[in-house]
């Protein structure tokens, strides 16, 4: 396991990944595809504009997470690391090109208040990346690589509890993305381990990259419902109603986010790789695989 020990020619530090574990990217050509419907978790706009607006923040924010991992990339030592490293770069460079073009699409169906969110997302970015030291924006990746795992693996063990009803197109564009990012889930945390980052670092960190994210998803999600005309007590009945069954999936997200506030927190912990290979049984062959 990592310890922060430099070698004096790279941190010995190594993954901590199960040895099966493969990182490929896959091309998914979102933009291609015609006829998407407007609200297309359901037909339900609460739901429909609370993932958009999370698309919304993915394209600087991935460009964040490879910035932050590269400022280490060549002194890791450990070749199934640096392997790993690769393949997390070539997946979250192909999520922002593919969420880009999902929300141009967006922007195109009439929501142009969504046009000066691009630039705002990516000036908080350079903020970060301007204040805050490589530890801490390593540890905010590790942080927000957390919360996508978690929400990646809650997708994959309950599709039919979170994207019933679902266009099927949007639906494979969410299914894709989890399963990438359970797949490189732990090359962040492994990277920040290796380093020898603090455990304090990746704790304020988490919190940090909650104040950014949470208000900025929110925001978009009200001027989505207002553009729409729908902002009522009566959609988040309707929420209320879709997720009444969903309880038990819910605590056991909340379970997962707070261990990463535990010393002993690893990624793998949560041993869900199985979700990966069940996907890839029935869709591997839909995507053009891009191999390094
Ligand atoms: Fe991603
Ligand atoms: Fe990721």
Redesign the pocket.
Known sequence: MSNGHSSGIGYVGQSSAPDQLNIIPRQMNFKHVKGKPKHWHHGDPLMTHLLTSASFFFPEG?RF?IRSVRHYQNEITDPKLSKEILGFIAQ?GIHGNEHEEYNEDVIEQGYTFLKPWKRIIKGLFKVVDRVTSREFQLGMTVSL?HV?ALLAGSLLKHPEALLKGCDPKYREIWLWHAVE?TE?KSVAFDTYEAIGGRFWIRSVSMVVSNLIFLPTVLIMLVQFLRRDGCLSQQLFRDAMEYHQDNGEVFIEMWTEYKSFFRKDFSPWNNLNQGLVDDWKDSNQTKYSMIEG
Do not use: A
């Open positions: 991935e997470f979250e690589e996508t990012e490189h």
